[in-house]
């Protein structure tokens, strides 16, 4: 049972490139989340998934685009890199369907530098 | 006013002090509260939920005070292992989880 799988785990783009980060998770769980963790700012939500098919956008969703591919498969996609987005990005999932009330089970991240 | 706000610390204590890490959310509606535990450069892991009533978990205490839309953790005889940093989390309409931006801790031998 490997919880929350995430790849690539670091990653160096170029300004306009785009690149899709990947997200699986073997628990079942219904919801699955995207976030974004910054010094100083914690961690912000940038889209999420209450079930398979569904998708809703978090506190800071420009310049990106989420997949629910399945109900294990959850990717997040930079079109056009910027160097704002560099960050570390953490996947989760939960059991519930997106109540907030569940625990969030996080994979080990993926630390990205847009130069 | 930030919907989580924590103290950032750093709280440096010795081994076996006892330590207390505070937080205040914005949202009245808040309905689930959480403290989570992240290490340096890793992922955040759920430390305990935080219930109405108080809780306990060994050397982990979390209290909630709606009133006051407030929140603790107290640690007892801290360990070396418990440096990390905390995190303070509410949930928000249902949906979303809103993080505090983390308490770092720092126990010396």
């Known amino acids: 049972n490997a919880g929350v799988t995430q790849t690539p785990k670091f990653q160096v783009l170029k300004t306009g490139q785009s690149m899709t980060l990947q997200c699986a998770q073997d628990?079942?769980?219904?919801?699955m989340y995207w976030y974004r963790q910054d010094p100083g700012m914690g961690l912000r939500l940038i889209y999420y998934s209450a079930s398979e098919g569904t998708t809703d956008k978090g506190e800071v969703p420009n310049g990106y685009n989420v997949s629910r591919l399945n109900k294990r498969e959850f990717s997040l996609r930079l079109e056009s890199a910027a160097p704002s987005q560099t960050s570390v990005y953490f996947c989760a999932s939960s059991e519930g369907a997106g109540e907030g009330t569940d625990t969030q089970y996080f994979g080990p991240g993926t630390r990205l530098t847009v130069l | 006013r930030k919907e989580v706000e924590q103290d950032p610390g750093p709280f440096n204590v010795p081994e076996g002090a006892t330590v207390a890490f505070n937080c205040t959310y914005s949202n009245s509606a808040s309905q689930s509260f959480f403290w989570y535990r992240q290490d340096c450069r890793k992922e955040p892991k759920l430390l305990m939920s935080?219930?109405?009533s108080g809780n306990e978990d060994g050397r982990f205490t979390a209290q909630l005070n709606r009133a006051s839309q407030y929140i603790s953790l107290l640690i007892r005889d801290s360990k070396l292992s418990d440096s990390a940093t905390y995190l303070c989390?509410?949930?928000?309409?249902?949906?979303?989880?809103?993080f505090g931006k983390g308490t770092t801790l720092s126990v010396s031998s």
């Open positions: 935080v219930y109405s």
């Open positions: 628990m079942n769980h219904n919801s």
């Open positions: 989390v509410v949930n928000q309409a249902g949906t979303a989880l809103i």
